[in-house]
């Protein structure tokens, strides 16, 4: 069964950074791509982040190009978004999912709450 | 960035009815659309991809039409546990935009 279990959310200052991991099982993770979507809740979806099988490829929301990097360890099979220069309007649930552009599965998420 | 709607954005239904989702993106996407349903408090399920594929595991009441500019979603026979919110995903073009919902009630 494909999990995806995020981590590291919480409360950071604008201006801030954080780190959100992300550890997957059940599927071979090294052969797929991988990104990141996030929600408000109680609103709409934003595709955040993605990156290819190998981590050559990266692909960025207009949003969150220059803030945000997306990378993988595949010895780890984990996922990570690096978020700095954090605004009050990056505050969502930020979700792992499985595929570069159209992701199958998604894990439960990680609330992000920038707020001073 | 390729601009995704949906119509309508809230509609009500009764069990056992059939309806019709649309989504409309501004320029051509060939297939690359998929469609989710959302419950409240859960995560994104994906139903369709390729405009018309089933994911599997998903109901055969489900499907999915179109090519280019203009999909839709079909529910032939409503069942209590579909009232959710549907959203509609474009991966033609990058970054992938999402429409913005359509939530399905019961009437």
């Known amino acids: 069964e494909v999990e995806l279990v995020e981590s590291g959310g919480g409360v950071v200052r604008p201006g801030g950074s954080l780190t959100l991991s992300c550890e997957a099982s059940?599927?071979?993770?090294?052969?797929?791509?991988m990104s990141w979507v996030r929600q408000v809740p109680g609103k709409g979806l934003e595709w955040v982040a993605g990156i290819n099988l190998n981590g050559e490829t990266t692909s960025f929301g207009d949003s969150v190009k220059g803030r945000f990097t997306i990378s993988r360890d595949n010895a780890k099979n984990s996922l990570y978004l690096e978020m700095n220069s954090l605004r009050a309007e990056d505050t969502a649930f930020y979700h792992c999912?499985?595929?570069?552009?159209?992701?199958?599965?998604w894990g439960q998420g990680t609330l992000v709450i920038v707020s001073s | 960035d390729i601009q995704m709607t949906q119509s309508p954005s809230a509609m009500s239904a009764s069990v056992g009815d059939g309806v019709t989702i649309t989504c409309r993106a501004s320029?051509?996407?060939?297939?690359?659309l998929a469609w989710f349903q959302q419950k409240p408090g859960k995560v994104p399920k994906r139903l369709i991809y390729g405009a018309s594929s089933l994911q599997s595991g998903v109901p055969s009441r489900f499907s999915g039409s179109g090519s280019g500019t203009e999909f839709t979603l079909t529910i032939s026979s409503l069942q209590p546990e579909d009232f959710a919110t549907y959203f509609c995903l474009q991966h033609n073009s990058y970054p992938p935009t999402f429409g913005p919902g359509t939530r399905l009630d019961i009437k």
């Open positions: 999912a499985r595929g570069f552009g159209d992701p199958d599965y």
């Open positions: 059940g599927f071979t993770f090294g052969v797929v791509g």
């Open positions: 320029q051509g996407i060939n297939k690359y």
